[in-house]
């Protein structure tokens, strides 16, 4: 098994994998849920699932409470992601089926993670969209990208130790992938600031959506309106809930949007 992960991490970065130590990982804990909706498919996009907006709802909003350790940059200690698009894992397609490595299988941890290279991109163009810089991006304004890849364990390990996912044996493989070559040229990226966030009337015709079905009344609701990026600080967890079947609805701007409500902590 850790011959097949090592070929595997090869296969990703053609050999290029950075290097996570595992006795420098610290463990933390995780709040509320990962509501999503669905955007768009990723036929031609040979990672990750598509397109997707995380939405933070009220007092259910994801948070990750990270543990003390070397790692640990001032300001990152609790991480609240506001509303931005994300593909889950970007985990090639031809490896999507193996245990573990679905986009999913550690949702919150890949939410967590976009979020740092969403806040990391807004602060690199700070010059461009100063408008669009908000104090839960400023938290990782002290993170070097080394950290980022920890950070990534962090959030697995995490998981993992809490039962809320699959083992952490693909912990350090995975965040190993994440300290590449090529993850680094995206912690550089500049002028992707705007396009990766959910914008403040898309967030709102989404929440305004969301109040004329009654199945996500309770669920997202009760942020329609209200969210103006001022992130919140860390909030009491909630129990996981499913909206069944999907709801779908068309926007003003032809796009569709799937309202898919919370996934599990820890999707297989």
């Not at 990703?12 to 595992?22: F, M, T």
């Not at 994300?86 to 939410?111: H, K």
């Not at 995206?186 to 109040?211: H, I, P, T």
Request: charged share 20%; net charge negative; aromatic share 8%.
């Amino acid at each position: 098994m850790k011959r097949c992960l090592l070929s595997l991490c090869a296969a990703l970065v053609l050999a290029s994998c950075g290097k996570v130590d595992p006795a420098q990982v610290s463990r933390g804990t995780f709040e509320g849920n990962v509501h999503l909706v669905w955007i768009r498919g990723g036929e031609d996009d040979p990672l990750g699932d598509g397109v997707f907006a995380y939405l933070p709802t009220g007092n259910d909003k994801l948070v990750f409470n990270r543990g003390a350790g070397k790692w640990r940059s001032e300001g990152s200690e609790v991480i609240v992601p506001e509303a931005f698009y994300t593909d889950g894992g970007s985990v090639p397609r031809a490896f999507q089926s193996l245990n573990g490595f679905n986009a999913w299988a550690y949702g919150p941890a890949y939410v967590i993670h976009d979020w740092i290279f969403v806040a990391r991109k807004c602060l690199n163009d700070k010059d461009i969209t100063p408008h669009l810089i908000t104090d839960e991006m400023r938290k990782v304004g002290n993170m070097e990208f080394e950290e980022s890849a920890y950070v990534m364990a962090e959030t697995i390990t995490s998981l993992a130790g809490a039962g809320l996912g699959p083992n952490n044996d693909n912990a350090n493989l995975i965040a190993s992938v994440t300290a590449g070559p090529r993850t680094r040229v995206l912690w550089k990226q500049k002028g992707a600031c705007e396009k990766s966030l959910v914008s403040q009337a898309k967030l709102d015709e989404l929440m305004q959506a969301a109040q004329t079905n009654e199945a996500l009344r309770d669920e997202i609701a009760p942020q329609a309106l209200a969210n103006k990026r001022t992130g919140a600080g860390p909030a009491p967890a909630a129990s996981v809930e499913y909206v069944e079947p999907p709801t779908e609805f068309t926007l003003s701007d032809g796009s569709t949007a799937v309202f898919l409500g919370a996934i599990p902590m820890g999707s297989r």
